[in-house]
């Protein structure tokens, strides 16, 4: 893996480049201090396959770089990794593409758990800011099907269920890696963990299968 680690902190940078190369060894990291060197990194390679940004660094900061690499429409998997905690921050990376939320205070064990799971495919949000950000939501947007309690039962996660969701529109994997920002070999690997779930041995059956336990409706 080719990860870039946008952080203005060099302690952390070596901290989480140590954590980095245990948890998946070869792995290369890139590192860059500012946002200005993260998007020149950026358009100097198409390699990277995930990003860990930091939202406090002096000039532009972590929303700001977000915003950038959508613009030029970067496709690339990023998770904020920051000691700020603001909600409203937070919630303004994740509807700008954030697959996730991990706090700098926590432990090496704790952060390495919650990459692995990211680097699984999935979105990882510490739980407290999960039912706040959950609340926020409720609040500004009418319910939808993942309060589906049939969603919750079926063992499907919340990647999973975007998957799923995509499927449904006809969706190929490649447009689906695009719409999520992952890679084609991720979305693989949960549309095959769907078709375990669902009973089916291929896309039309799965979303009939879904269909047919309501996991789809509104």
């Known amino acids: 893996m080719h990860i870039l680690v946008v952080d203005d902190h060099q302690l952390f940078l070596d901290g989480i480049r140590h954590l980095l190369e245990k948890l998946e060894p070869g792995t290369t990291i890139t590192e860059a201090n500012t946002v200005e060197s993260a998007l020149d990194a950026l358009d100097h390679s198409s390699q990277f396959d995930l990003a860990l940004i930091d939202l406090c660094m002096p000039g ?3 929303l700001a770089l977000l915003q950038s690499m ?3 429409r970067i496709r690339l998997p990023v998770v904020i990794v920051s000691g700020e905690e603001e909600l ?3 919630k303004a990376a994740m509807d700008m593409g954030a697959l996730g939320f991990i706090p700098k205070r926590y ?3 704790q952060m390495r758990s919650a990459l692995s799971q990211v680097l699984e495919g999935d979105i990882y949000l510490p739980e407290h800011l999960e039912s706040q950000l959950d609340r926020l939501a409720s609040r500004r947007e009418p ?3 993942e309060h589906n309690p049939a969603v919750k039962e079926s063992g499907i996660t919340r990647r999973q269920y975007e998957v799923l969701k995509l499927l449904a529109q006809g969706l190929s994997n490649k447009q689906i890696a695009n719409t999520l920002f992952l890679t084609e070999h991720t979305v693989k690997s949960h549309v095959s963990a769907l ?3 669902l009973s089916a041995n291929n896309r039309t059956a799965c979303v ?3 269909e ?3 996991l789809l409706s509104n």
Do not use: E, P
Request: no cysteine; hydrophobic share 35%.
């Open 195 to 197: 078709f375990v779930l």
């Open 143 to 145: 319910r939808t099907a």
């Open 212 to 214: 047919r336990r309501g």
């Open 60 to 62: 532009m900061d972590g």
């Open 208 to 210: 009939q299968n879904a």
């Open 88 to 90: 409203a921050k937070i």
């Open 107 to 109: 432990s090496s064990q």
């Open 70 to 72: 959508n613009n030029r």
